[in-house]
């Protein structure tokens, strides 16, 4: 392990209430899909992750955590060592086995099929994938609409155009499918499974 001052400097500046903050912005944000939730704590993470991404970690990871790194991530050494030093989750080689996965960037997002999506019995033990934002990226705007909407509305969305057709089919096979959760410097957005997302002829959100 490669503990360079970085690795070494505490995750969370307040473990206890950094990581209750962001399990809260979290729950926030899972509550009211697609709209950003602004997340407030500072996280002494690697460059190639977000703070938000790294506080997800911090907060909901552990030893007992199967961890999938997207290739950017997964050969980055400041990241494989800040995540063993400060969550000991393990990493594995297979997406379909992991209950949380990192990917680098929206257009790197691999087919949502490649995840564990739950069982009907078990739905809870779907892979959450955690994406990370904040780059700029040529946008499309998608219909949104399900739990937690108080009406259809817009959402602007960094994915290609073909994730569309992608989140149809997670959607299809509810309760089983997995949640996304976008994090990036101070910021989620959650895209939960319940969430139907349609194209548009709309160039703008409202």
Known sequence: MNLNPTVLA????????????????????FAHPTTSQVLRCQVSAPGALTQGAAALVLALADDSTPLWLDPALACDAAVTA?????????????????????????????PLAVFALGTDEAPHTSTTVVVMTGQPTDEVVLGAEGPGFAEPTLWRSPFPPCFAQQWAANAAVFPRGVDLVLASDDALVALPRTTRLTMTDHTEVR
């Not at 473990?15 to 926030?28: E, K």
């Not at 800040?82 to 691999?110: C, I, K, Q, Y």
């Open 82 to 110: 800040w995540l063993e030093f400060h969550t000991g989750a393990r990493v594995v080689n297979d997406p379909s086995g992991a209950a949380f996965a990192l990917v680098a960037a929206p257009a790197s997002l691999p």
């Open 10 to 29: 505490p995750g969370f500046a307040d473990r206890v209430h950094d990581a209750q903050q962001t399990f809260r912005v979290l729950l926030d944000a």
